[in-house]
Nanobody
Framework: QVQLVESGGGLVQTGDSLRLSCVAS????????MGWFRQAPGKGREFVAT????????HYADSVKGRFTISRDNAKNTVYLQMNSLLHEDTAVYYC?????????????????????WGQGTQVAVSS
């Protein structure tokens, strides 16, 4: 069984930075795709960023490109999301997720239904 635990959320001001962490336990961390998604109040879950843990390839939503950076530490089974220049519209619950398959193609990395394991979420609130 895979467990994902996020941390690092909080209340910040526009322009501030936060770093989210997600620690994975259970089955192997490497080789899978790890993703960050978010859900704002009254909205659906939205893709933010993903990373292929075996080779470090990344993909970002256009809304966060250039401001957010996803990274991983395979030795620690941890994936990070560095968020800079935060905007009010970044306010959401942020979720870490692991893909169901280690062979998930890049064309499907943004699809939440391809991820079978989810953390409990961490709240990020950005005041304007």
């Amino acid at each position: 069984q895979v467990q994902l635990v996020e941390s690092g959320g909080g209340l910040v001001q526009t322009g501030d930075s936060l770093r989210l962490s997600c620690v994975a336990s259970g089955r192997t961390f490497s080789s899978y795709v790890m993703g960050w998604f978010r859900q704002a109040p009254g909205k659906g879950r939205e893709f933010v960023a993903t990373i292929k843990t075996s080779d470090g390839r990344t993909h970002y939503a256009d809304s966060v490109k250039g401001r957010f950076t996803i990274s991983r530490d395979n030795a620690k089974n941890t994936v990070y999301l560095q968020m800079n220049s935060l905007l009010h519209e970044d306010t959401a619950v942020y979720y870490c997720a692991r893909s169901r398959s280690a062979y998930l193609g890049p064309e499907r990395w943004t699809m939440s239904n391809e991820y079978g394991y989810w953390g409990q979420g961490t709240q990020v609130a950005v005041s304007s």
